[in-house]
């Protein structure tokens, strides 16, 4: 059995570094060292072993002993322990249902004041994590007890490739907008909550994860100059439990860092399951967010956002449904979401809007599949001071804040009960929606028809 778990193992580590340039660890001048981690028998101290006759007894100490490009092997078992690692290893465990890394009673925070359960760290560190459950909950009775299951800073990379990461929340349940960003799934970089301001970056490929059963977002790439590509994970949220703001996954950019903002690669990923419970605010005590379906002044959770610019970030492939709004952009204040490509994404079911953009310019947003099933299904009134009153919000794509300049073409949308597909609001301008697939109002509305525009764009070609 165990010889089948290590086999399985390596062929994941393979897969892993098909993803990205191998490290130093493997070149042919050097074989690196492996070092075996079992809780029992009595460890040896030292470099080679099995999972009968290991090298350490836990995971921290073999990441200390070990020299850069080593190779540690987890074996089957639950290691309730705190991970910081800052030289380049690979790190391979027995499978998620085999090995686990469980939050311990209490976590140390680090230098950004952050209680994480794995951190990497390092410019010149390049770690592989593969074959792991990394789980909370967090300490009992804490408040923001855990902030990221895994977090990559000060300019590290990261592959992590084919973990499950789950429960990464407070015990019970509460409410971290307080902070800002915490009980996460994976972190990539971290900036200052209140202000914005870019702390350290970071760059990842995450592939092949499952993340569920979080408190806040499962993915968040943030900081100027933060890196990642984001493919084939499956993240689920933990629904109308949540106490606080969630989203699937975030890439943030904030102002005044926008020259160099976070861009990632998200493609071929599913994310379904965040959703707010109606009229619980999800915001802070001192800035209240209701949920609920007014897209300009009450709060969602989104299945993948993108905050601010992000030239050269591509949303891709992805299927999205099941959350309050599948996915979008959305301006940081005087910074609005731009350079981002959104394209041949299925999007469909979200409660309140399907894509969805505020304060959003120079985006393509192409290709894309848009549909609703429940024949009765409609986007919320819009209300007074809304810029789309006395309208009503579409379940299809929606275009808010002022949204300028953007390309919408070649979309398939096709909602319901709904009066037209495409909404664009009053201040909405130069944008184009141009041989879309349209339908409304249960196939009675079609084409150009079936787009409201209340500003100065050009809708043309449309069917």
């Given amino acids: 059995m165990k010889r089948k778990i290590l086999v399985s193992s390596l062929l994941v580590l393979v897969f892993a570094l098909s993803l990205v340039a191998p490290q130093t660890a493997f070149a042919k001048s050097q074989s690196p060292q492996v070092y075996f981690v079992a809780s029992s028998p009595a460890a040896s101290g030292h470099s080679g072993g099995s999972c009968s006759s290991p090298s350490f007894s836990t995971i921290q100490p073999a990441v200390s002993a070990a020299s850069p490009s080593s190779i540690i092997f987890v074996c089957p ?45 390092g410019p010149a560190t390049q770690v592989t994590l593969t074959g792991f459950t990394i789980s909370g909950p967090g300490p009992a009775g804490v408040v923001c007890s855990i902030v990221f299951a895994i977090f990559v800073s000060e300019g590290a990379t990261a592959n992590i490739v084919g973990n499950s990461i789950a429960h990464i929340e407070d015990n019970p349940i509460s409410d971290c907008n307080t902070v800002g960003f915490g009980d996460a799934g994976i972190g990539v970089g971290w900036i200052n909550p209140s202000t914005g301001a870019s702390l350290t970056n970071g760059h990842a490929t995450i592939a092949l994860n499952s993340i569920y059963d979080d408190q806040g977002n499962g993915l968040n790439i943030l900081g100027a100059g933060s890196t990642a590509t984001i ?41 379904t399951g965040y959703d707010c419970s109606v009229g619980t605010n999800i915001g802070t005590p001192a800035a209240p967010y209701l949920c609920g379906g007014d897209l300009e002044t009450q709060e969602q959770d989104l299945g993948i956002i993108v905050f601010g610019p992000s030239t050269g970030t591509v949303v891709s492939n992805n299927n999205v449904y099941g959350n309050d709004a599948g996915l979008g952009g959305s301006s940081v204040g005087p910074a609005l979401a731009s350079g981002v490509t959104y394209s041949q994404n299925n999007v469909y079911n979200n409660r309140y809007d399907n894509l969805f953009y505020y304060g959003a310019t120079n985006n393509k947003i192409v290709q894309n599949n848009v549909f609703v099933s429940n024949p009765a299904a409609s986007g919320a009134p819009c209300q007074s001071g809304d810029t789309c009153y006395p309208y009503s919000y579409t379940l299809g794509i929606d275009l808010m804040g002022g949204s300028t300049n953007n390309l919408i073409s070649n979309n398939r949308v096709t909602v319901t009960a709904d009066s037209y597909a495409i909404l664009l609001d009053s201040l909405s301008s130069g944008n184009l929606v141009t041989h879309n697939t349209l339908s409304a109002d249960n196939g ?16 043309v070609g449309n069917y």
């Fill in 77 to 121: 078992g639950t290691y309730q322990e705190q991970l910081t690692i800052g030289k380049s290893l690979t790190l391979i465990g027995s499978g998620p249902s085999e090995t686990t890394i469980l939050a311990p009673s209490s976590l140390t925070a680090d230098s950004f004041g952050l209680q994480n359960i794995v951190e990497i760290t």
């Fill in 231 to 271: 493919v084939g994970n499956t993240l689920t949220g933990i629904g109308s439990e949540a106490l606080s703001y969630q989203n699937g996954m975030e890439v943030d950019t904030f102002p005044p860092y926008s020259t160099s903002p976070a861009v990632a690669t998200v493609s071929w990923n599913t994310v």
């Fill in 444 to 459: 009675a509305i079609t084409g150009n028809a079936a787009v409201k525009d209340l500003g100065t764009d050009t809708v």
